[in-house]
């Protein structure tokens, strides 16, 4: 909470939800077109706290930060602390419909050749077979019903990767039965 928020958006971004934070924050309003710089470490500068921004504005260019996303399209970077490592970002996280299946489609940035940790979750009432491929290879497997697992993915180092899981698409009227759940973990 002592470190304040920079905010820097497009003119017609609702920005009350900042000022309402508990506990309290500074929260200091910029103006987007005047970044210049071309990665989030070189907007963050010396300064401290976060600088909140469109998703797009520094994605795949973010330079040696940590990084945060989330819901409303936007992206949270601050200067790294002294021996502290990058974490891998997920920046999308959708659900597409392909036919006779379904597929979950991530898009994560990493700093090294660690892998990715994925948390997959089968919500439902029946088993769901599941392909999940990377840039560096793939895997195939089926998950229980009401299970939980988490997967060590390995993507490439610093850059962008697009990771996609697809499963048989649920049977007509079974609403959210066999869908998986996927979020990345540390």
Request: aromatic share 6%; hydrophobic share 45%; glycine share 8%.
């Amino acid at each position: 909470p002592a470190e304040p928020l920079r905010l820097a958006f497009p003119i017609d971004r609702a920005l009350a939800s900042f000022f309402r934070l508990s506990p309290p924050r500074q929260v200091v309003l910029e103006r987007l077109s005047e970044i210049k710089a071309g990665t989030a470490e070189a907007a963050l500068g010396s300064s401290a706290g976060w600088l909140v921004v469109p998703l797009e504005q520094f994605m795949g260019c973010e330079g040696r930060v940590m990084g945060r996303t989330g819901l409303f399209d936007l992206a949270a970077y601050r200067t790294l602390r002294a021996g502290e490592r990058p974490q891998p970002l997920l920046y999308r996280n959708r659900l597409i419909e392909t036919g006779e299946t379904l597929r979950r489609e991530l898009l994560v940035r990493t700093w090294s050749d660690a892998p990715v940790r994925l948390e997959l979750v089968n919500v439902s009432d029946a088993a769901v077979r599941f392909v999940l491929r990377t840039p560096t290879g793939g895997v195939t497997d089926v998950m229980l019903p009401g299970t939980r697992r988490v997967l060590e993915v390995p993507v490439p180092a610093d850059i962008l990767s697009l990771v996609t899981i697809d499963f048989t698409k649920p049977a007509h009227g079974a609403m959210n039965q066999g869908i998986l759940m996927v979020r990345l973990v540390p």
